[in-house]
């Protein structure tokens, strides 16, 4: 299941996503594609992502998602996608890098499919229990992989490169989005300088492409850590002081 | 100008926003607001983004937008936001963060508004000179900051918290989205914990945001490093040896 929000099959990110299609069929894999803008997928979350009444006397994005979610009331779109991650063992998410994050109509799917009670506010929420989430959670077993592309050099995206590192980056996609519903996190593929593509480079992408898809099961996960697994105190959900101490960060969260 | 996906005067979010818009009034200053759902905002970027036939054979991003700002081609949301910008002194961007960034419909503010040649691709592009951006370009001289809502509370998003730290969470967006084409960038105004809110509580988040609003022309900004003043080795855009030798991440952009 790839999530392309490429307009194009003639760009960069349109032929990764049909060398990838072609890779798995011919692996005999079952798959699924969501080409977001061919789909014409809504960005905006909105009252419309319920088809019931909402909630209260006015619209609250949670309370209704919730409701909708809960009642099986949800918007078809909505509950399509979620049907599709159910179903897969593993997700790509493919996307060219716009301003540092992911282009919005892949930004809308995440604010419209991560439902309440879906991808957060799932399990109990007390003092003692923050919820099934950060490795827990309804994605839980599933394995998922970022694929993204950029024009800047990865120099420009190395540990004292202006852009920030790559990886830093990519930390509110890969912990927060997806290790946060459950999702084991792959280390992503990123394809840099891409206004300098030829057919030998390209090659070369499909090559590690179709080695990173062959590896999926194979690969080793980034070693986040899970939240409910005794390295956070809580409520505070502070990493515990004996752990890493003195140290602060993204990476702090990593094992 | 502020841009505002809030859906409803009645939640938070528009409660904030009417506030600030009073309090900008009786001081008699100038605003304008952008209320990107009430605008029914598009947030995917798309070859309808120019009025022009695409420059090469099929619709590439870049190329289309570049040509569309240049030739005054561009569709005419996509200019009326640019303008705003370039009347605006000062831009607050105000929403909820949703998945550790912005939701979809201000991701699509950025990604339609922030042309090829307004917001990047600025300036002469060279192995010795790398565009106006991180601190110079179209938007130089202009004040941003964020206003932020967020359910979590504070020692969630602390040094040590599990989501990470908010300075860090922000980096993208305050660094590689408004430092990117010129923006002096302010420390953002952050509320946690807003499903615990009640009037007391919102009271003092007025009260601290007529302090920031007050504040605007007086308060120090984030001390992010220029790309062009002899920090970074070109072409490689990383920290010169010298400076914070030995560190990496995030922090190292900032003096």
Request: glycine share 8%; with cysteine; charged share 20%.
């Amino acid at each position: 299941l790839s999530v392309a929000p490429d307009p194009e099959a003639h760009s960069l990110n349109g032929a990764l996503n049909m060398f990838a299609v072609d890779d798995l069929q011919e692996a005999g894999h079952q798959f699924q594609v969501s080409e977001l803008l061919a789909m014409q997928w809504k960005s905006q979350r909105d009252v419309d992502d319920s088809l019931a009444p909402t909630v209260g006397e006015f619209y609250h994005p949670s309370q209704d998602s919730k409701y909708a979610f809960e009642q099986g009331v949800q918007s078809e779109d909505i509950s399509l996608e979620q049907e599709k991650l159910r179903w897969a063992d593993a997700v790509i998410f493919q996307f060219p890098l716009w301003w540092f994050s992911m282009p919005a109509i892949m930004k809308g799917w995440f604010d419209r499919v991560y439902a309440c009670g879906f991808a957060y506010g799932v399990g109990e929420h007390s003092e003692t229990r923050w919820g099934d989430r950060y490795g827990e959670g309804t994605l839980s077993g599933k394995r998922a992989m970022l694929l993204v592309t950029t024009g800047g050099w990865a120099s420009h995206y190395s540990p004292r490169g202006i852009n920030g590192p790559i990886n830093d980056i990519l930390f509110p996609i890969q912990h927060g989005m997806l290790f946060y519903p459950g999702f084991t996190v792959l280390p992503p593929m990123v394809i840099y300088h891409t206004s300098r593509m030829n057919e030998e480079k390209f090659a070369a992408h499909c090559a590690e492409l179709a080695l990173r898809l062959d590896s999926l099961w194979q690969t080793d996960s980034l070693p986040f850590r899970q939240q409910n697994a005794g390295d956070y105190a809580l409520p505070a959900l502070t990493l515990r002081p004996d752990i890493a101490p003195g140290e602060s960060g993204f990476a702090v969260h990593l094992k």
